[in-house]
């Protein structure tokens, strides 16, 4: 992961043992004695790619340091039903402890790094790359973007000031004071870092040029058609990025991709996302 990601990822960690209340864990203490040591796997029940392994041990090494956490593949591989991700080592009351937070994160990061597999599979051997979007899990977007480039996929803005997004609803607000398009992208220039490019959302390919004749660094055609994405492309006419955005699934969208735009964003690569099945396997006990 990025540099500076462990104390992002040590405060969710922390948030997710307390709501467990993983040092409280009261059928453990009743069942197993204190000095029980065992090992366990992570053992994947379905096809798919993994994502998340560094959080999983550090859920561990938050519960207990003394556990010894040992990946067998790296995040970005691909699983098959029954491939053995990672195993765990040391107190067994520590590890029951620290089971369910673990797999919480590994399985719904590696639901986003399958699913966004799935897409990027879907377009290759097209120009289109695959993109998420800010509909994630409050909390836990950078993990969760993570998850998106272990699966093959690129990141849109991490947050609100990665770029410029003029919006149907901030063309609505200027709009009401009389203002357009080319208004809007003259006001960005003026008042955003130079730094940043500017996008724009339209609806029509009369709006894609009209963005493109504003200024804009790339248009986003939100909600088209793949017909009229495929007019807006032949008309922009690769003098920006065109981003294709709105009901695009595994079963469109290699259909947008071979209209030529540059980009398809997916929300569904995290907003709905099926967590991919791993389990825990114990061995037996040993004292």
Request: neutral net charge; charged residues 25%.
């Amino acid at each position: 992961m990025e540099i500076g990601w462990k104390r992002k990822a040590e405060e969710l960690v922390d948030h997710a043992l307390a709501e467990d209340w993983a040092w409280g864990d009261v059928t453990t203490q009743a069942l197993i004695p204190p000095d029980a040591e065992g090992k366990g796997s992570f053992v994947a029940k379905s096809t798919g790619v993994v994502a998340g392994l560094e959080v999983a041990h550090l859920v561990f090494s938050r519960v207990d340091p003394s556990l010894k956490f040992k990946s067998l593949i790296h995040d970005g591989g691909k699983l098959q039903h029954g491939t053995r991700i990672a195993t765990i080592e040391g107190k067994v009351g520590s590890i029951l402890q620290g089971e369910r937070v673990a797999l919480n994160f590994l399985q719904r990061l590696s639901g986003i790094a399958t699913e966004t597999g799935r897409y990027v599979e879907a377009v290759r051997g097209t120009k289109a790359r695959i993109v998420d979007t800010r509909k994630t899990t409050p909390g836990l977007r950078f993990l969760e973007k993570y998850a998106v480039r272990a699966g093959g996929g690129q990141n849109h803005r991490v947050h609100l000031g990665d770029g410029i997004l003029i919006k149907d609803n901030h063309l609505a607000a200027l709009r009401a004071r009389g203002l357009g398009l080319k208004a809007a992208i003259d006001l960005a220039r003026k008042n955003a870092p130079h730094t940043l490019k500017i996008e724009v959302e339209v609806a029509t390919v009369e709006e894609a040029n009209e963005a493109v004749a504003a200024g804009a660094d790339i248009v986003m055609l939100d909600n088209m058609s793949v017909e009229e994405m495929r007019r807006a492309v032949k008309s922009v006419g690769g003098r920006v990025m065109l981003e294709a955005s709105g009901g695009v699934t595994l079963e469109n969208v290699r259909s947008v991709a071979e209209t030529g735009v540059d980009l398809i964003s997916v929300g569904a690569l995290t907003h709905s996302v099926k967590a991919l099945d791993i389990s825990l396997e114990m061995e037996p006990l040993t004292h």
